[in-house]
Each structure stands twice: as C-alpha cells, then as structure tokens.
C-alpha cells in the first residue's frame, strides 16, 4: 500500500462527533458551544486550467479552503488542491477519487492515469484531490537527505543494536516537525474525511460518490462513519483493514509480497530471459543471496548514490504490485546481475532522487507548485498518516524486548520482505499517539449500499481485509471476489472494471456471492 500518510494528533470520538452535528449544517453558523463551520461551507470551486508540466489541456484545477484544526476553526487555514475532467454529457454531479498511499498525490496521479477513468465522465465529473500534506496541499517533509531512510531502517544496524535504531528513528521524526509546519499536527485521516465533505460541499453535490484505491478505501470508511447521512455511492477497492496495528499489517503485507514473488518467479523461470534460471526453488534462493550480497556490499549507481539489498527489496515490492511489471522487472534483474545496472530497478521503485531534497515551498497554508513538492514528500506523509492512524505506541523497552521474537517471525513470513517490514515496527516511535477512532468507532455504518472488491492475489491489501471490513462495516457492504493478482482491480481486471461503472454510475450492484474471474495476462 501503495499505499502507502503523516499525521499529527487527530480528534478523538467526542471531538469528531462533536464536529459532525456542526458540519450536518454547514449555513447554519454553530450553536455556542460548537465551532462554527459555515464559512468553509458557502465556497465554490473556482475552475482553471491546472498549470505545471505534464498537466493535460483538458484537465481543470481548483481548491478549497479548510481549517487547519476542526475544534479551532479560527487557528488558521489551509488549501487542498482539486483538479477534474468535466462530464462528457449531462452531469449528475462528481465522483471523487483517492489513489492511496497514504501520502499518494491525487492531482498527479489522474493526470496520468486518466484513461482509466474516463468511462465515469459518461455521468459524471471526476475530481480528486492532494490531501492535506500532500502533493500541493501544505506538502510534509522530513527535511534535506531525509528521502533515503536505509539508515534508519537497515536490518543490520536494528539487528545489532535496536536502541540505536529507535534513537534515529526519534531524530527522524523531530526532523519531520522542523520541516514541515504547522499541517503535520493536524493531518490525517480523520481530518482529510473532514476536509472531503467540504469539498462535496463546494462541488455542489447533496452525497458523496466516491472511489478509493488501497488507503483511499481507509479513507472512504471514516467518511461513511463520520457522514453516513451525505454517503452516496462508494466503491472501495484493494481493502484496508480498519483494525489491524501496523505491526499486524507489516507482517501481512511481508506474507502477501512473499506470495507475489513466488509467483512472479514460477512466471520468470518459464522463459528464456529469465536471470535466474529454470528452477523456482533455486530462483527464491537467488533471490534472499542477492539481497543480503548487496547489503554487505551495496553498488553504487551512475550517479554516486548506493544501491542496497534493501533498496533493491522496494525495488522488487514496488513491481509486485501489478502483473503487467513483470516483464520489466524481469528485465531490470537481468540488468543488475548481468551488467551491474541497477538504473532500471530504480526507476520502478518510483525513479532516482538526486542529491539535495527542496524544502517545503510554503507553510502559511497555502498551495505550492508541483516544482516546490519535496522529494520525500510521498515517504514523510505516509509515515506521519499511518503513524497518525494508529494508536499503539509501544515504550522502547518493549521495542527492544519483542525484537527477536518478531525477526523470527517476520522472517519465516518472508526472508526478502520480513527485514524489510519488521523495521516498520519502529517507524511510529518518537511520533504522538494516533487516533483511537478508526479502530474504535468506524463500524455498523448506516449508508446506502457501498461495493467492496477484494483481489485474491493482492500483495498489499490481501482479501480476507475485504471481507473482514465488510463485516465490520455491516449490512451496507457488499463484496466483489475478484479472482485476479496485483493490487487492485479496477484497472487491471475488465470484469471488475465494469461492474464498479455499472455501480457508480448506474446503481446497478453485483449480486451476494458475485466474483470476477482471474485475467491471464502473464502467460508466457
């Protein structure tokens, strides 16, 4: 996931319950002992033509001011930046899109997956948005050479000293407190549920429709709990789990990424270019020596900067997540162990960042270009969102004490995934308590009905999360078993593709029971 956010302390049950009966009358100005929320309610989206490289001529963007704390709606402001695709014909209103991450960029992302999304302008306007510490919108960062976290997460030094590791860890998060502003207090799922009920506001639309991917179906759930009466139709898909604690989902996603590499290797060892052989067994094998060989002994690229086995596990992680990588990470293997490029590998893992991380481009709540967006801007916002989420914070004895029972188990998971995710673990120490809200409270939700889709061979959000948060969520849900691999399914499979149309802009729902059968793109 993807996934992969950031968040400062978010409001607790009463706070949000609180907020909830003012924004119910967002005209109304708010009874004495309620804050006041009418004038982030009267805006309209003013459109225009997004500006930045690589934003299509048909693409509008705009924005919406929020506050920057919901209890204290006088403390300050901020931007959250929108862009939409107008309807093609006759427009019943808007569907909002989340990518995911947490800490993913709505604006950019549509700009360039557009394609896939064009089907719902047959009714619709479809608009997204960068959340708030995200992408434009106030953009969190952990500062200068913050983007390459391989120190602070390297399985060796946690191995052998895991204090000092929780000791960079702690500096790190201090790090993200300089450098971000006042936004990394109040980020967030609860608040960015908040801010999108504006932003249903300002689109003029009386429900919310909605989309979310991975984290965005997190994202879609604390809505439907928070605004069950403005909940349109909702399709979420790549499940989150709405319970789990991070180092529940850390050993999860090292099993489910364990499984996408097993069968990613069954695919490559069946072809002639495949780096490692023809024997699937040997090729794990080839896999866990590569790895550790590079973490002894990292490669240093064409442009200075180390490869390591752990980047080349992102690396790998990254391409799990669709079927249609294969080939390129096929290729990108043979690269680096052939030639010693590691060039292709970085590139899948979300490109390289050359020396230097630009500094937030403003902290007065204001939207900053896609020029002046942080380098690690991605990284520091999903750390700070999860973070943000949950409300575990284990003391670092008890870090220090459960390590080794939990490398063991993470390694049986998996022996590439498992150093990887167990150093997860320790990723929200140093960091404040997260909300007990969406563990506690997001359930039973009184909506109208809601579609769920689960991939059987998802990586990231495996599918027992859908049918696990389906029945939390209640009678509303209804689930799509999607029989196909990689995360997500709306993009990759046509049979799920069209029934989420068929719902969004038809009301017409799978039937109990309905699946979708697996698309064999990787046969050889």
């Known amino acids: 996931m993807l996934s992969v956010h950031q968040r400062g302390t978010v409001a607790g049950a009463a706070t949000a319950t609180l907020a909830l009966l003012a924004a119910s009358l967002p005209t109304v100005a708010a009874a004495a002992d309620q804050p006041d929320l009418s004038r982030f309610y009267q805006q309209k989206v003013k459109w225009a033509a997004c500006t930045g490289s690589g934003m299509p001529h048909d693409m509008q963007c705009g924005k919406v001011t929020v506050p920057l704390d919901y209890a204290r709606p006088g403390d300050g402001t901020l931007d959250v930046a929108l862009a939409r695709y107008r309807a093609t014909g006759a427009s019943r209103g808007s569907v909002v899109l989340n990518f995911g991450g947490p800490g993913g960029a709505g604006i950019s992302q549509l700009a360039a997956d557009s394609k896939d999304f064009m089907g719902l302008t047959n009714g619709y306007d479809v608009v997204t948005f960068d959340p708030r510490g995200v992408g434009r919108s106030s953009p969190v960062s952990c500062g200068a050479g913050a983007q390459d976290i391989s120190a602070t997460t390297d399985p060796t030094v946690e191995a052998g000293d895991p204090k000092a590791a929780l000791r960079t860890v702690e500096q790190y998060a201090k790090q993200c407190v300089k450098h971000s502003g006042p936004v990394l207090r109040h980020i967030g799922t609860i608040n960015a549920s908040r801010d999108m009920d504006v932003i249903r506001q300002a689109l003029g639309d009386k429900k919310l429709n909605y989309l979310g991917f991975s984290y965005g179906t997190r994202l879609g759930a604390v809505y439907a709990a928070q605004f069950p009466d403005k909940t349109g139709r909702m399709t979420l898909d790549g499940v989150d789990t709405l319970t789990e604690s991070l180092t529940e989902q850390s050993l999860v996603s090292a099993q489910g990424q364990q499984t996408a590499l097993d069968d ?5 060892v069946k072809g002639v270019a495949c780096p490692f052989g023809k024997d699937a067994r040997g090729a794990r094998k080839q896999v866990v020596q590569l790895v550790d060989s590079l973490d002894r002994d990292p490669m240093t690229s064409a442009f200075g900067a180390q490869f390591t086995g752990q980047d080349l596990v992102g690396a790998i992680s990254q391409a799990l997540y669709s079927e249609s990588l294969w080939p390129s990470l096929e290729q990108a293997l043979a690269a680096l162990i052939q030639d010693g490029d590691s060039h292709a590998l970085s ?4 490109g390289i960042a050359l020396p230097g991380v630009r500094a937030a481009g403003r902290t007065d709540g204001g939207l900053v270009g896609d020029e002046d967006v942080p380098v ?3 990284l520091a916002a999903l750390m700070a969102i999860n973070c943000a989420d949950d409300p575990d914070r284990p003391t670092a004895a008890r870090l ?7 490398r063991a188990t993470f390694e049986e998971a998996s022996p590439v995934f498992g150093p990887f995710r167990l150093n997860q673990v320790m990723l929200c120490y140093g960091r404040p308590k997260g909300t ?7 359930r039973d939700v009184h909506t109208p009905k809601m579609l769920l889709v689960g991939t059987r061979g998802d990586p990231a959000t495996p599918y027992r ?3 696990e948060t389906a029945a939390r969520l209640g009678p509303s849900a209804v689930v799509l078993d999607n ?8 993009t990759s499979s046509k049979c799920v593709h069209q029934k989420v149309d068929d719902f969004l802009l038809y009301g017409s729902l799978p039937g109990s029971g309905s699946s979708c059968g697996a698309e064999d793109d990787k046969a050889r």
């Open 264 to 268: 990613f290797l069954t695919w490559c």
């Open 347 to 350: 590139q899948l893992s979300g």
């Open 376 to 378: 690690d801007n991605l």
């Open 400 to 406: 220090t004490d459960d390590m080794s029972r939990l």
């Open 436 to 442: 007990d809200f969406i563990r506690e409270h997001v």
């Open 465 to 467: 999360w859908t049918v």
């Open 483 to 490: 029989k196909g691999e990689g995360h997500t399914g709306y």
